[in-house]
């Protein structure tokens, strides 16, 4: 993998991160999300510190990727519990095998 310099902006700062060329897109939509995250504290909170407002934003979107994660993790098990209510609906409905 060959690694490119990619200049990300956040806060009107600018950081210059190396990734690979098919994880650009990704790496620059993450650094839109964060900066949007950032302005958004910056206009709510009394902080002004930059490193305690990357902080506080590094915190939100982590809990907010805890819970997706979560409720991923819920309806993929209503989905298995749905799909053995169905499976045994099937078999029942069936001949049996001979």
């Not at 950032?38 to 907010?64: C, I, K, M, N, P």
Request: net charge positive.
């Amino acid at each position: 993998m060959n690694s490119i310099p990619v200049t990300v902006r956040l806060l009107d700062r600018e950081f210059l991160v190396s990734c690979g060329e098919e994880e650009r897109a990704g790496l620059l939509a993450a650094a839109g999300l964060l900066d949007g995250k950032l302005r958004e504290l910056r206009g709510v909170t009394r902080t002004v510190g930059f490193d305690r407002l990357a902080v506080l934003a590094a915190l939100s979107l982590t809990h907010d990727l805890v819970q997706l994660r979560e409720r991923h993790a819920e309806r993929e098990r209503e989905l298995l519990h749905s799909l053995g209510l169905l499976r045994r609906k099937l078999e029942a409905a069936l001949p049996p095998a001979s």
